[in-house]
Antibody, heavy 122, light 109 residues
Framework: QLQLQESGPGLVKPSETLSLTCTVSGDSISNPYYYWGWIRQPPGKGLEWIGSIYYSGNTYYNPSLKSRVTISVDSSKNQFSLKLSSVTAADTAVYYC??????????????WGQGTLVTVSS | QSALTQEASVSGTVGQKVTLSCTGNSNNIGNYAVGWYQQISHGAPKTVMFGNSLPSGIPDRFSGSKSGTTASLTISGLQPEDEAAYYCSTWDYSLSAVVFGGGTKLTVL
């Protein structure tokens, strides 16, 4: 059974960099049929895609966040990571990692992590 | 404003059939698979439909379809535990991005 688990600080100061890691178990992050992505949900709001990565390292980012986002993969640890720089209170959200099947366009997820709340505050 | 349009709220009674819609355009829904997600009480989303496939463990009262640039999620035989927010997503070629709908709050009366 595939499991994704987010980890990282729950509190980040304004202007600093948010860093999260997603550990994958039950599948190889090098599986060529899937992309791996980050999605967030601000309190009381809807879902927002942050970006996705393929095992080869190819990345795709939300245009509205692209200047601040870096997603990377560590195949040796079966993990992928998110870095979001220059955070503000608007970046406070529950952050989810997810698997996105490549067939059909990689625009949908089949598995989600449980999510982790990141609060931006001094 | 979301790239995909969903009803803000839908309600139905136990046992009823309800259909949720997700409307886009030829750059997204018209050409790519659509996913549907159930989110109960702000917990983690759960995928209830991927394209035309029902994920393992999801009751077969859930079904999905697509016509042109509108995707639909139908729940036949609505149950109290189906009360949740439902979101749709797909790839958008023109934006080079994954796009989500704003979500539909389903209330079971």
């Amino acid at each position: 059974q595939l499991q994704l688990q987010e980890s990282g600080p729950g509190l980040v100061k304004p202007s600093e960099t948010l860093s999260l890691t997603c550990t994958v178990s039950g599948d190889s992050i090098s599986n060529p049929y899937y992309y791996w992505g980050w999605i967030r949900q601000p309190p009381g709001k809807g879902l927002e895609w942050i970006g996705s990565i393929y095992y080869s390292g190819n990345t795709y980012y939300n245009p509205s966040l692209k200047s601040r986002v870096t997603i990377s993969v560590d195949s040796s640890k079966n993990q992928f990571s998110l870095k979001l720089s220059s955070v503000t209170a608007a970046d406070t959200a529950v952050y989810y990692c997810a698997r996105l099947p490549g067939f059909g366009g990689a625009g949908s997820t089949d598995y989600w992590g449980q999510g982790t709340l990141v609060t931006v505050s001094s | 404003q979301s790239a995909l349009t969903q009803e803000a709220s839908v309600s139905g009674t136990v046992g009823q059939k309800v259909t949720l819609s997700c409307t886009g355009n030829s750059n997204n829904i018209g050409n790519y698979a659509v996913g549907w997600y159930q989110q109960i009480s702000h917990g983690a989303p759960k995928t209830v439909m991927f394209g035309n496939s029902l994920p393992s463990g999801i009751p077969d009262r859930f079904s999905g379809s697509k016509s042109g640039t509108t995707a639909s999620l139908t729940i036949s035989g609505l149950q109290p535990e189906d009360e949740a927010a439902y979101y749709c997503s797909t790839w958008d070629y023109s934006l080079s991005a994954v796009v989500f709908g704003g979500g539909t709050k389903l209330t079971v009366l």
